[in-house]
């Protein structure tokens, strides 16, 4: 006779229901702590919150979700970075999983999206990561599922005031260096300031529809606004 006693219950269950997920999180009040979904479940921000972290690398990142649990991350209020080294990001969605991520416009009176206000190389609004170190090399994974800025947010990024030795884009608003198996649709102003900067970077491929209605502003001494 076999006893079942609660660990080999729990045993049995994960065979057959699979891994357990993170409980999903509402931020409903402003805070300073880096959100990702692989341990802060599904991530809803509400309107008139911020979340504000000073960091190298994302405030939030998707970095889990499958076809039969994909991670979502709903903006309507603010994610910011105010890191002052460079390589600040918003957002960071990471290659090799199923999700989404829709940043919109509530009227409340305040700036919804994303934003790196201070100066630094290598600041990036959102990115979808390649390979290499810190995700910054153009890869082969890909991203199932819908990118959404909508109509009325905001993605504000600040590069470096000169650049320097760097090469390339000194600052981005939105980064694709994965494949992205779904829309990508930019309906928010880029605003982006710095010399080198670029708006949107697509250096992967987009399996479905690339939409770009909102504007861009890009101020100082950029040289190049890709798509």
Not at 60 to 69: A, H, K, P, Y
Not at 135 to 151: C, E, H, R, S
Not at 193 to 217: H, M, P
């Amino acid at each position: 006779m076999v006893k079942r006693g609660p660990l080999m219950l729990g045993v049995m269950f994960a065979a057959l229901y699979g891994p357990a997920f993170a409980a999903d999180t509402t931020i409903s009040s402003n805070t300073s702590t880096a959100l990702k979904t692989s341990t802060s479940g599904n991530i809803t921000i509400n309107g008139n919150v911020s979340v504000t972290v000073a960091t190298t690398g994302a405030v939030v990142t998707i970095d889990s979700g499958t076809s039969l649990s994909p991670s979502s991350v709903s903006n309507s209020g603010l994610i910011q970075n105010i890191g002052t080294g460079g390589g600040a990001i918003g957002v960071e969605i990471l290659p090799g999983f199923t999700g989404s991520y829709i940043g919109s416009f509530v009227n409340d009176g305040i700036t919804h999206g994303i934003n790196v206000p201070y100066s630094g190389a290598n600041n990036i609004g959102l990115l979808l990561a390649g390979t290499g170190t810190n995700g910054m090399v153009p890869g082969n994974g890909t991203f199932t599922g819908d990118i959404t800025l909508g109509v009325g947010s905001s993605v504000i990024v600040t590069g470096p005031e000169a650049r320097g030795n760097l090469t390339g884009p000194t600052a981005i608003g939105v980064d694709i260096l994965s494949n992205l198996n779904g829309n990508l649709t930019i309906g928010s102003i880029l605003d982006v300031k710095g010399e080198g900067v670029a708006g949107v970077i697509t250096a992967a491929d987009i399996n479905g529809v690339l939409d770009i209605s909102g504007g861009a502003n890009l101020f100082g001494r950029f040289t190049s606004y890709t798509l």
